[in-house]
């Protein structure tokens, strides 16, 4: 990391720099790593992001953390936990493990308060990022017409590249779960879930419904792209998708979806606009058919060091084919699975 452009980390509105330190390598659990953003890490002034009380005995702060993160406050040993304590001189109370609850920072100075609130938001922020993804946020494509053309597709390719190296049957999507995905998320409790599923509610209230004017949207699933550099060592092919009436209403709710859900802080900004498209061959899906939906190509813990590329050089000559057996008129409907 150049020490000039340290990376940014984005909490509660406000920016902060995460400086460069010398990490040590540890052959460990999960459950030993420490990580500790020191004085320097953060700033110690005032904050609006969250809400500090004045109690009897000083300054108060709640901090809503499921329960998986609580080990990285307490960090090995609690060293973690005694550290932030003495150098903000402040009482970190943590719920047992398991049980979800909040985080409460007591202090007789509000800045001790905040810099202890500042840097766990820092570090939990860290150690979320390392998390694989729980659960995507996905445009359902799977209507029977797509299905039924899409298994036509599969059944040609089998029979016109099957000898092409490391194409097989595995490698295709299930017909059931066709979709495009918008964007990953790492929801660590019921708390979390039932705030991406009110989030997205209000997001068909505020604008989906405006945009469709509650109507189901056309789009058409035509010609195919692959997503590395050579088609001869491929991983994922998918099909695109557009609006049947050359209208860009689906990419405007595709960005504004994501837009709300980084905002929100349930999801990483990856990428300016969303790319709409459908995976119809993974190499993930060889070992593991239901790989997708744990290990996507925009966030998450992949298993890359385990795919075996397949040649999709003849796949990719007749497209001609493949337009028409994908395409087909789909309604496109958002939700989070």
Not at 36 to 52: I, M, Q
Request: hydrophobic share 35%; proline share 4%; aromatic share 6%.
């Amino acid at each position: 990391m150049d020490i000039l452009r340290p990376t940014l980390i984005r909490i509660g509105g406000r920016v902060y720099r995460k400086n460069l330190v010398h990490e040590q390598v540890h052959q460990q659990e999960e459950e030993d790593e420490d990580f500790y953003a020191g004085p320097g890490d953060c700033a110690d002034e005032p904050c609006d992001a969250f809400v500090v009380e004045e109690t009897e005995k000083g300054f108060q702060c709640r901090v809503e953390v499921p329960s998986p993160l609580y080990k990285y406050v307490i960090g090995k040993k609690g060293e973690t936990k005694k550290r932030l304590e003495t150098e903000t001189r402040t009482s970190i109370s943590i719920p047992k493990p398991g049980v979800e609850g909040e985080i409460v920072i007591t202090g007789q100075q509000r800045s001790g308060v905040i810099s202890a609130r500042t840097r766990i938001d820092v570090l939990l922020d860290s150690f979320r990022k390392k998390q694989p993804f729980t659960h995507f946020l996905s445009f359902a494509l799977n209507q029977p017409a797509v299905q039924e053309k899409f298994l036509q597709f599969k059944e040609e390719v089998l029979e016109k590249c099957a000898k092409d190296h490391g194409v097989s049957s595995s490698l295709f999507q299930n017909p059931a779960k066709l979709h495009l995905t918008l964007g990953t998320l790492v929801l660590l409790n019921e708390q979390e879930i039932r705030k991406a599923c009110d989030l997205l509610q209000r997001c068909k209230e505020d604008f989906v419904d405006k945009i469709t004017g509650g109507r189901p949207l056309a789009v058409e699933v035509a010609g195919v792209e692959y997503m590395n550099d050579d088609p001869a060592m491929t991983d994922v092919l998918y099909a695109k998708v557009h609006m049947k009436d050359g209208s860009d209403r689906l990419q405007v709710i595709a960005d504004q979806l994501v837009e709300r859900f980084v905002a929100s802080g349930l999801m990483l900004k990856e990428w300016d606009r969303v790319k709409l498209h459908a995976t119809v061959m993974n190499t993930l899906f060889r070992k593991d058919p239901g790989a997708e939906e744990r290990n996507d190509t925009t966030a998450g813990k992949s298993s890359f060091k385990e795919r075996e590329s397949f040649n999709g050089r003849n796949i990719l000559k007749f497209s001609c084919v493949m337009h028409e057996a994908l395409d087909g008129d789909v309604k496109a409907g958002s939700g989070a699975d």
